[in-house]
């Protein structure tokens, strides 16, 4: 005998009957158990020449990828359409590690792969100690990443300034630390967190040869050139200080 088709019903979600599936990190929680990443921007109102018009997320593996329409009143007055890409990763913070006495400075060389694909000879690069807030201040956060980086429990921190660093497309601020460091206890060539990939080699250099090193081109990094560049002219091994 034929067996009766149930008259159950199985439940269907909205997209299966032609509703918009909900989309990752805009309509429900992502992978980081973020939402409504379509909306940074919509809201903005502190330049009256500018209207956000729509915010679209391209990509947002980790970091966010925006392409954002807007409304620019250009200088004779008339209103133009544009777009602009956005690679939204966050604010960081940076501290120069120095040793007044000794007048040396504590750097960093890690592999970046950014840097090797676009034609460094071998991707080590030399740094400042570096990292991403997070949801710490800038301070507290600078402290944490001096910690696993350079093993460096840092004390007073001087506040050097806050710098948009690729606002071509980066939405980045980083903020920028100097505090001094005791070179003669220091212990150990290696810091870094192995669970998230870093394997970072220390290098304790004068600053005379990290000057040096700077123009002859081995210190490539912008916010390390600064930083270097500062200690001389305003910092710990300005004349006169």
Same mark, same amino acid.
């Given at each position: ?34 939402? /409504? ?93 570096? /990292? ?50 005791? /070179? ?58």
């Amino acid at each position: 005998m034929p067996r009766q088709a149930s008259s159950r019903t199985t439940a269907q979600p909205d997209y299966a009957r032609g509703m918009p599936e909900p989309r990752p990190g805009i309509d429900v929680p992502d992978h980081r158990g973020r939402t /409504g990443l379509d909306r940074t921007g919509r809201d903005l109102q502190r330049n009256p020449d500018v209207r956000v018009t729509d915010v679209e997320v391209l990509a947002a593996a980790w970091h966010v990828l925006r392409r954002t329409t807007l409304e620019y009143r250009d200088p004779s007055g008339r209103w133009e359409t544009q777009q602009r890409e956005t690679y939204d990763r966050g604010n960081g913070a940076t501290v120069l590690l120095y040793d007044p006495e000794r007048r040396t400075v504590l750097l960093t060389r890690q592999f970046r792969y950014p840097v090797y694909v676009n034609d460094h000879p071998d991707g080590m690069l030399i740094e400042t100690a570096a /990292g991403l807030l997070d949801d710490d201040d800038p301070a507290t956060a600078i402290r944490r990443e001096a910690a696993e980086e350079t093993g460096v429990a840092v004390g007073e921190l001087e506040h050097v300034w806050d710098v948009y660093m690729s606002p071509g497309s980066v939405t980045e601020r980083l903020h920028f630390f100097a505090a001094r460091y005791d /070179g003669s206890t220091r212990t150990g060539d290696r810091g870094g967190l192995q669970e998230e990939g870093e394997h970072i080699e220390l290098l304790e250099i004068g600053i005379d040869e990290a000057l040096a090193m700077v123009r002859d081109g081995r210190i490539q990094d912008a916010k390390t050139i600064m930083l270097l560049q500062w200690a001389v002219l305003d910092g710990p091994f300005a004349a006169g200080r």
